[in-house]
């Protein structure tokens, strides 16, 4: 075990899974001589050399363009899109190409990409650099959307996410990138793709998190101790999504806090507010709750502490869902 932040734990994933399969490329903006602007790919372009570390121009439609050719025959691109708010102009190629080649082909054809990109605020960013898009890509059917909220995580999921052989999208959290050190195998090991994790066990609500929301969930449960026992689930994949494991936390407290720092109005919490409703509804002892970010865009530094859900947000929900 090495204690180790984010940004360590997925730079090892990459290098051992390039070290392991020499099909496996890295390419994207700054990815190569700089090691990205999180220095997330620093030293593997000295270790593996241009051919397989690529600096792409500034062209995210024709980076992954490029990547869906590339594993269509037979190569493994893990493409890096360099903040959040890039991502748009790659959805006619992930919509409409990479998400539906192995339907479109009858599985003749399969799109094992990886499409790596930090998101969400807490970095006093400038404008596109701080969106949370996850609902975007949990629309795409033949999509698949990962998102660690710790190092752990990171390299178990990100290793699963490379050897997977449909098209992932995988979202890190930027704030997360080093606020955080924990142990972490040196070894390889996979976290599967389509499981959720109960972080903290609890008996009066289930709090619903992922990416750097967990710890504000975590946070949150902390200061609740003396009013209410908070459980809370680290959702980690939310396409697949484990509705299992959520709706047996949710089945044994009876009240929900979802939280998540996109925008409130068709965020993916509310999908879970669906599913929980549609499955679990005779269980709840209280309307469904969001805490989230608000319906405007996401703001500049100043306002940006006022956006983000917080530990607060989270109680105040709490107590309404206890006095209920």
């Avoid at 050719?69 to 959040?84: L, R, W």
């Avoid at 399969?110 to 949990?138: I, M, Q, T």
């Avoid at 089945?251 to 879970?272: P, Y």
Wanted: charged share 25%; with cysteine.
């Amino acid at each position: 075990m090495t204690i180790m932040n984010m940004v360590d734990a997925i730079n090892l994933a990459l290098k051992q899974e390039m070290q392991k399969d020499k099909t496996v490329v890295v390419l994207g903006e700054d990815v190569g001589i700089d090691g990205g602007v999180f220095r997330v790919t620093d030293g593997l372009y000295k270790m593996f050399g241009e051919n397989r570390v690529l600096d792409t121009p500034l062209a995210e439609s024709g980076i992954v363009g490029v990547s869906i050719g590339m594993a269509i025959n037979g190569f493994k691109p893990v493409a890096e899109i360099q903040f959040d708010g890039f991502l748009p102009p790659t959805f006619d190629q992930l919509l409409n190409h990479a998400s539906r080649m192995r339907n479109r082909s009858r599985s003749r054809y399969h799109v094992p990409l990886v499409v790596r990109l930090p998101y969400g605020g807490g970095v006093k960013a400038l404008e596109h650099h701080s969106d949370s898009p996850e609902a975007f890509l949990c629309h795409m059917p033949g999509l698949k959307v990962v998102i660690p909220s710790n190092p752990y995580d990171a390299k178990g999921l990100l290793v699963s996410a490379i050897r997977d052989p449909d098209p992932v999208v995988f979202l890190e959290p930027k704030r997360m990138y080093r606020a955080v050190k924990m142990e972490v195998p040196e070894d390889e090991y996979t976290v599967p793709l389509g499981e959720a994790k109960v972080v903290r066990e609890g008996y009066d609500v289930t709090l619903i998190a992922w990416g750097a929301m967990v710890r504000t969930a975590n946070e949150a449960a902390d200061k609740l101790k003396d009013k209410a026992s908070a459980e809370v689930v680290d959702v980690r994949t939310l396409n697949p999504l484990d509705e299992k494991t959520i709706l047996n936390s949710v089945k044994k407290t009876g009240r929900v806090v979802i939280i998540h720092e996109a925008q409130r109005t068709g965020g993916f919490g509310a999908e879970i507010a669906a599913v929980i409703s549609e499955k679990a509804m005779l269980n709840l002892k209280s309307p469904i709750q969001r805490v989230t970010g608000w319906d405007v865009i996401f703001p500049l530094p100043k306002l940006e502490n006022y956006y983000l859900p917080n530990a607060d947000r989270i109680i105040k929900a709490v107590e309404h869902l206890m006095e209920f």
